[in-house]
């Protein structure tokens, strides 16, 4: 089954755990060519909402839509378009960057895996050391190579929890132009992020996040004032 879509839209999606509410009518699309912002304290829902978009986690009310599909229906077809890095970056320290790669190809059945993990080398920057055993990496090298581990499928979707956590300024610049390129080739990048001092060069919109419930939609680049409003306006 070939399954692709050009927005995911989040309808009155809701998520409790016991008598703990985690999410709370939040309502959202994310379009082809965005990068979204998850912004909010720690405890505002932002993990929990990116494990419901990437269907690790049914959402209790609600449901995602990725284009005209329905995650209930849409199955394995529908993971095969998402990409997910997380606080665990899903690399065996004890092999190389070309094995873990050929290794996460292999579980993709991406086609031509051979030119597919050359490709992703070389987008990560990390030719000359391809076969170093990735324990031997810096953070940002590993950062790196976990993003392109994420996009070996080429998914539409990629979500992102706290992807500039540990990094240096020059890692850093260097992860946020990747995602630039990754949105202007028509991903649809959604990002929780507590580094707040790289959301304005990177951010299309921002999403911002309050005890569960969704207390702003802005444009990247006013995501400080309306941050501060939209948090002040909820105590």
């Known amino acids: 089954?070939?399954?692709?879509?050009?927005?995911?839209?989040?309808?009155?999606?809701?998520?409790?755990?016991?008598?703990?509410?985690?999410?709370?009518?939040?309502?959202?699309?994310?379009?082809?060519?965005?990068?979204?912002?998850?912004l909010g304290p720690n405890g505002a829902g932002k993990s929990t909402l990116l494990a419901v978009l990437s269907t690790l986690l049914q959402?209790?009310?609600?449901?995602i839509r990725y284009g005209p599909h329905g995650s209930d229906v849409a199955g394995p077809a529908l993971r095969q378009r998402l990409g997910w890095l997380g606080h665990d970056l899903q690399l065996y320290?004890?092999?190389?960057?070309?094995?873990?790669?050929?290794?996460?190809?292999?579980?993709?059945?991406?086609?031509?895996?051979?030119?597919?993990?050359?490709?992703?080398?070389?987008?990560?920057?990390?030719?000359?050391?391809?076969?170093?055993?990735?324990?031997?990496?810096?953070r940002g090298m590993r950062q790196r190579l976990a993003l392109e581990r994420a996009m070996l499928h080429q998914p539409r979707l990629l979500l992102l929890d706290e992807p500039f956590t540990g990094l240096d300024g020059a890692s850093a610049e260097a992860l946020a132009s990747r995602l630039r390129q990754l949105a202007s080739e028509g991903r649809i990048i959604v990002m929780a992020t507590h580094e707040v001092a790289f959301a304005d060069d990177v951010l299309s919109r921002a999403l911002i996040l309050h005890e569960g419930r969704l207390a702003g939609d802005v444009p990247g680049r006013d995501w400080r004032t309306a941050y501060r409003d939209a948090l002040q306006a909820v105590r």
């Open 93 to 138: 320290p004890e092999l190389t960057a070309r094995e873990n790669l050929r290794f996460f190809a292999d579980l993709h059945a991406v086609p031509a895996p051979e030119a597919c993990v050359q490709r992703a080398l070389a987008a990560a920057r990390l030719e000359a050391r391809a076969d170093d055993v990735v324990s031997s990496y810096s």
């Open 1 to 38: 089954m070939s399954l692709d879509f050009d927005q995911v839209h989040a309808g009155g999606i809701g998520r409790h755990f016991g008598r703990r509410l985690a999410l709370s009518q939040v309502t959202f699309t994310c379009r082809a060519g965005e990068i979204v912002g998850l």
């Open 59 to 63: 959402p209790s009310s609600g449901a």
